[in-house]
């Protein structure tokens, strides 16, 4: 797979980019429990804390290259990449409404899929 015209080469330590991503993902929810939009909207704090989250998952998947879709297949791994340059770059101009979408409908499916791969994983693969 190529994003960018760049082959997307492989972490040395696919377990932890794998456990990054669930880790990260169960802090967002940790930080989003019992909230609706309204509430995720109006809690800055809790909106900095799921931002910054997500860029770490976008970091980790960028990290894990070319092996995530062969680890999670079904994950949009172009997407989950991406979120992170407007994170970083647009800070200023962060649709919250997109972001609470991407925590209520892709979260979840990405935290199972990574909590499976992690099970199927070899030891030593840090």
Request: aromatic share 6%.
């Amino acid at each position: 797979m190529k994003l960018t015209g760049i082959a997307l080469l492989p972490s040395k330590k696919p377990a932890r980019r794998v456990r990054d991503i669930i880790e990260n993902a169960e802090a967002i929810f940790s930080y989003t429990a019992g909230m609706d939009f309204a509430a995720f909207q109006a809690n800055h704090q809790a909106a900095d804390a799921t931002e910054r989250c997500l860029m770490r998952i976008s970091e980790a998947a960028s990290k894990l290259g070319d092996l995530a879709p062969l680890l999670m297949p079904d994950q949009p791994w172009a997407r989950i990449r991406a979120i992170g340059n407007p994170l970083r770059h647009e800070y200023d101009d962060i649709d919250q409404q997109q972001i609470w979408e991407i925590v209520q409908v892709s979260l979840s499916p990405l935290l199972a899929a990574c909590k499976e791969a992690l099970a199927r994983m070899p030891e030593g693969t840090a």
